[in-house]
């Protein structure tokens, strides 16, 4: 992408996405967000490969980008989320 990925800009122009969806802050939002960019990558994908006149490259290379940032941020809170739980049961075995 030739621009820093911008969730807000660039997700309502690549999935059609509900206000709510859009906004939804949780762990599962964001899985299901995920999956809706992986089936748009595959899709475009498979118009690619078949050669299809509605096959867009920028598109496509914008999902693949979107995809890679959301499963990024994904890594990154579960990663922070099992670290806070693992603290708290650490503090606990201590109480």
Do not use: F, K, N
């Amino acid at each position: 992408m030739s621009r820093l990925y911008d969730r807000d800009r660039d997700l309502p122009r690549l999935l059609p996405l509900t206000a709510e969806q859009l906004a939804d802050p949780t762990i599962e939002g964001q899985r299901r967000l995920i999956a809706l960019l992986t089936t748009a990558c595959r899709l475009e994908r498979a118009r690619g490969l078949a050669g299809d006149w509605t096959y867009d490259l920028a598109r496509h290379r914008a999902l693949i980008g979107a995809l890679a940032v959301e499963e990024a941020r994904l890594a990154q809170r579960e990663a922070l989320r099992a670290a806070l739980i693992a603290s708290i049961e650490m503090e606990m075995a201590d109480a």
